[in-house]
């Protein structure tokens, strides 16, 4: 069932994906991913939304060793509705700040540089105003600064991640 959508001026958009495997063979490995996602977003024009995204992501890796990826990314957001009843939207988040931390074993390493996220998706209105659904998004950062031990340097790391995830949006 849709309901008709009318034109709003503000956005408030929420996110968030769980992943987590466990194998046992002669050895347990266990995986566990997280994201969350708040984006807040201003109408720019009919269906193309402009603001602020804030995202935060976590992976944890066991085997013999345990190796940590944690994330904050924040920056411009924009966002494009399409389709009957606007149920489809692209999204593209270009963040500026883009802060890691990455841990395997005893070496803990602090990452700074820029992060990019893709969205793909559909997201019904269940109500007038409310919508709720998964996309599909793709995650690349780039990191050119790294600490150890409160020792600077220049170094090139990155992260990519495919992903779903569930959201919901509010409109006004």
Known sequence: MFVSSSRAGALLEVGG????????????TTSTKYLYQVGVLFNIRKKI?????YS?????????????FTSMDTGPYFKWEFGK????????AYNILSRATFKNGSVNEKWEGTSFWFQFGVMPEIKEGLHIGASLNYFAASYTKKTVESVESTDSNSKTWIFPMLSLTKQW
């Not at 495997?21 to 347990?28: I, Q």
């Not at 009843?85 to 593209?92: A, I, K, Q, R, S």
């Open 85 to 92: 009843n606007e149920v489809f939207n692209l999204g593209f």
């Open 17 to 28: 994906t769980y992943l987590s495997d466990s194998t046992n063979s002669s050895s347990t």
């Open 56 to 68: 935060g992501i976590s992976h944890t890796d066991k085997n013999d060793e345990t190796e940590t």
């Open 49 to 53: 939304w402009g603001g602020w995204n």
